[in-house]
DNA sequence: TCAAAAGTGTTAGATTTACACCCATGA
DNA sequence: TCATGGGTGTAAATCTAACACTTTTGA
């Protein structure tokens, strides 16, 4: 059967966004682009959908091949279609971002793919249309960080408070109030207290919390 | 040149969601599958992208030539790639939203799309994945409503405070408090009162307002 | 002993919500 | 004259934002 063969097929591809949390700064992962057109310029890393794979399969295939990671926190950003927004071809193009825990990551696949992580606010100019696909990424991030646990998905396991507000503070692009951040986090009770203490960022030593994913199913008030 | 040709192309299609508000209620325009597969099933109305037109300029045909209206207030919803999603072949469609006031639009494009307004809330099942469309084209919009003027896309030039309200409550899905409505209405200045009276929805009469447009970009400051 | 980050409450102001009656008119 | 939708203000409650000092400890 071929019902549509009248009309044209064209290439889809999808890009994905990277975000990253490291030094208390925002960054994205980056890479030199390793074909043509484009070859040497920044870019982010994508790939084309096959025939027998959904967007998203193909976006978490990508990510998979660059991270080694499975699972990891990911949304569609959306497609970008401008009929000349690829130098060499008609290709549409699907955004994805995906937030990952930078130390979960290996360094080693990251210098096998030559990658590199960027801080958000000097991020140079990228191959194609990316830089639009970044700031739109960027944009749905902040919105959804402020209303879904999305931010453990960028942190250790184990964190500090205030590791969580340079977090928000890095996102948003703004800072915080100390004082009513915690306030606002002691009514998550799914943002449990451990017993354990971080002594690597201070020497008085920080108390290390961690996000109990079960308690918030059962009761989801997100709002910060 | 074809540098991508050891990847395999795919038909890509849009599909819009028309958004109106008619007696107070949120409708959307659909209709009977003209074409094989799922003839004669509830469809969105779409159409496949051509090799050189972009996906928003492919949206803008679709509308215009199921609307006869341009520069109608348009947004991308999302692409959606699920490998069978379409019982045909591969096809991955982007899916938008637009608005349109329903008496701008004329009957007779209407019967000779064969196509019909249904209440948001009645809504039938429909061909493939388009309810999951609708459903997220809503969700979007609702967000939208409340930090942008986009309600006035969905009304007639002169309008009622009533209407406009009646508009809020049929996109929200809830009652809201006609004194408080009112009050932050009165605080947009963009909101214009005219010397204007509807006498059909009362026998008092109602004063009409107008969006100026003009006055909102110089000072946006939306907020419902 | 001191520098550096952790931790902790209160108050004023702004925003939000709840709520009920009179008005004008055509039928 | 009365039924119908138009139009108006206040007060309580909630939420938000501003703000400064003590604690601990390793160097």
Redesign the pocket.
């Known amino acids: 059967m071929t019902f549509y063969k009248e009309h044209s097929k064209v290439w889809v591809s999808v890009d994905v966004i990277i975000f990253g949390f490291d030094e208390s700064k925002l960054k994205i992962l980056i890479g030199r682009r390793q074909m043509d057109p484009g070859r040497g310029e920044w870019s982010l890393y994508g790939g084309f959908v096959g025939a027998d794979e959904s967007l998203d399969d193909a976006a978490s295939r990508v990510l998979f091949g660059l991270t080694g990671l499975r699972n990891l926190y990911m949304r569609q950003v959306g497609a970008f279609g401008s009929v000349d927004r690829d130098p060499g071809e008609r290709v549409i193009s699907v955004a994805y971002y995906a937030l990952i825990n930078v130390s979960d990551y290996s360094e080693k696949l990251r210098n096998e793919h030559g990658l590199e992580w960027v801080e958000i606010n000097r991020m140079p100019q990228l191959y194609s249309d990316h830089n639009k696909m970044v700031k739109m990424a960027l944009k749905m991030m902040r919105q959804k960080i402020k209303t879904a646990p999305i931010s453990f998905s960028l942190l250790p396991q184990l964190f500090?408070?205030?590791q969580l507000q340079r977090l928000y503070e890095a996102v948003l692009g703004e800072e915080v109030?100390?004082?009513?951040f915690?306030?606002r986090i002691k009514e998550m009770d799914f943002i449990e207290k451990t017993e354990l203490i971080d002594?690597k960022?201070?020497?008085?030593?920080?108390?290390l919390y961690r996000f109990n994913k079960k308690a918030y199913n059962e009761d989801p008030n997100f709002k910060l």
């Not at 109030?177 to 009513?180: E, F, G, Q, V």
């Not at 960022?201 to 108390?207: E, F, P, T, V």
């Open positions: 500090t408070l205030t109030d100390k004082r009513n915690r306030k002594k960022s201070s020497k008085r030593g920080a108390a």
